[in-house]
């Protein structure tokens, strides 16, 4: 509106967003918590909504961190609402009004699944697609383990996935690759 300017700040240790009123100097926080804010996708100043990307938004809730969320703040009630609240990492694309979009997800231990999802509220439209893996697991496919441990500071969550081949024989000893 030429008045505002978004400002993104790491001034916490954590990235997220602030409005600016040039007029007058003043600093609007407009995030806040554990949680980075990655990119903003979409503002919207006729409907005061700002559509962007953020990790670790759903960690409290035992979920990776480092999956992407696309989330919208209300500009006016300062509400965030996570779209895509499916516990996985996702990848959006959007119709050219930006009132609907195509989310696909997934995670190491979940097939990939497509939906198309109301940029309002998040709502599943339409399913598209889920991919069925059953020939895989029925073939000894093992789907990765996703864990967690603590680092070396006894504080820090460490993330990743272990990969174990469709032929393991718990008696034997196997090369870990990190």
């Known amino acids: 509106d030429g008045r505002h300017l978004l400002w993104i700040s790491e001034r916490d240790d954590w990235r997220h967003l602030y409005m600016i009123d040039t007029a007058d100097g003043s600093i609007r926080r407009l995030t806040q918590g554990q949680w980075n804010v990655r ?3 979409r503002i919207d100043e006729q409907q005061a909504y700002i559509l962007f990307y953020a990790n670790g938004y759903n960690s409290s809730t035992g979920e990776d961190p480092y999956n992407k969320h696309l989330l919208r703040l209300d500009l006016d009630s300062g509400r965030i609402t996570d779209l895509p609240p499916d516990n ?8 050219p009004d930006y009132t609907a979009f195509v989310d ?14 109301s940029t309002a509220d ?28 603590k680092g070396r500071d006894g504080k820090t969550d460490i993330w990743g996935n272990i990969y174990r081949p469709s ?12």
């Open 167 to 178: 032929n393991l024989d718990p008696k034997k000893k196997y090369t870990a690759v990190e």
């Open 104 to 117: 696909n997800w997934s995670r190491p231990d979940q097939p990939f699944e497509s939906v198309v999802r």
């Open 39 to 41: 990119e903003i996708q």
């Open 122 to 149: 998040g709502k599943i439209l339409l399913k598209l697609q889920k991919q069925d893996i059953s020939g895989m697991l029925k073939s000894g496919y093992l789907l990765p383990e996703v864990f967690h441990a």
């Open 88 to 95: 996985g990492n996702h990848q959006v694309h959007f119709n």
